[in-house]
């Protein structure tokens, strides 16, 4: 299996760095430019299926790419950002980052990374069934690192440590070789 993960392109609160996690996000001008280049980049890429986030930011992302690709596009919640509960729709305080990266700090009606971590294996789980296929992730920060950490088989303290996918850009993996 083939498996291309894209992180979403730049919105309007990025400007502004605002925590987005559950929140829809909006595209920018730029985002959409963005979402354009990836579409031309990605567009004689042979796709078997796209899994998206359902949050606007990578619906209208990969509504975008996906206009040269005649494939299932299946909204998927497991793919959602890191909720930040109480944090969410705020700029973060060096306080508030210094805490979201420790394992076990769950902002208020949040996710804390282990279950992150959780839901990102329960959706590994549920993709690397779809042997022999090309799939197109479109997806966040927090997700993507965590993801691809469990494709490189690493325990969450290890995927954690990744670099975070920044907007916009793709990172390919093969599975089952």
Same mark, same amino acid.
């Given at each position: 299996?083939r498996?291309?993960i894209?992180?979403?392109?730049?919105?309007?609160?990025?400007?502004?760095?605002?925590?987005?996690?559950?929140?829809?996000?909006?595209?920018?001008?730029?985002?959409?430019?963005?979402?354009?280049?990836?579409?031309?980049?990605?567009?004689?890429?042979?796709?078997?299926?796209?899994?998206?986030?359902?949050?606007?930011?990578?619906?209208?992302?990969?509504?975008?790419?996906s206009? *040269?690709?005649?494939?299932?596009?299946?909204?998927?919640?497991?793919?959602?950002?890191?909720?930040?509960g109480?944090?969410?729709?705020?700029?973060?305080?060096?306080?508030?980052?210094?805490?979201? =990266?420790?394992?076990?700090?769950?902002?208020?009606?949040?996710?804390?990374?282990?279950?992150?971590?959780?839901?990102?294996?329960?959706?590994?789980?549920?993709?690397?069934? =779809?042997?022999?296929?090309?799939?197109?992730?479109?997806?966040?920060?927090?997700?993507?690192?965590?993801?691809?950490?469990?494709?490189?088989?690493?325990?969450?303290?290890?995927?954690?440590?990744?670099?975070?996918?920044?907007?916009?850009?793709?990172?390919? *993996?093969?599975?089952?070789?």
């Open positions: 299996m498996l291309i894209v992180r979403h392109t730049t919105t309007e609160e990025d400007k502004d760095v605002i925590l987005k996690g559950w929140l829809p996000g909006k595209l920018s001008f730029e985002g959409k430019k963005q979402a354009r280049t990836l579409a031309t980049l990605l567009k004689n890429k042979t796709l078997d299926k796209i899994y998206t986030s359902d949050l606007q930011r990578c619906l209208e992302t990969t509504k975008i790419i206009k *040269y690709h005649k494939v299932p596009i299946i909204e998927e919640k497991l793919l959602r950002e890191r909720c930040f109480n944090l969410e729709g705020k700029k973060p305080t060096k306080e508030d980052l210094n805490l979201l =990266d420790k394992l076990a700090y769950k902002p208020e009606g949040g996710e804390n990374l282990f279950e992150v971590y959780l839901r990102a294996q329960k959706f590994f789980n549920k993709v690397k069934k =779809d042997e022999n296929k090309t799939i197109l992730l479109v997806t966040h920060s927090t997700f993507s690192k965590i993801l691809r950490g469990i494709i490189l088989n690493k325990d969450i303290k290890e995927a954690i440590k990744i670099k975070t996918q920044k907007n916009t850009s793709i990172k390919q *993996y093969y599975l089952g070789l």
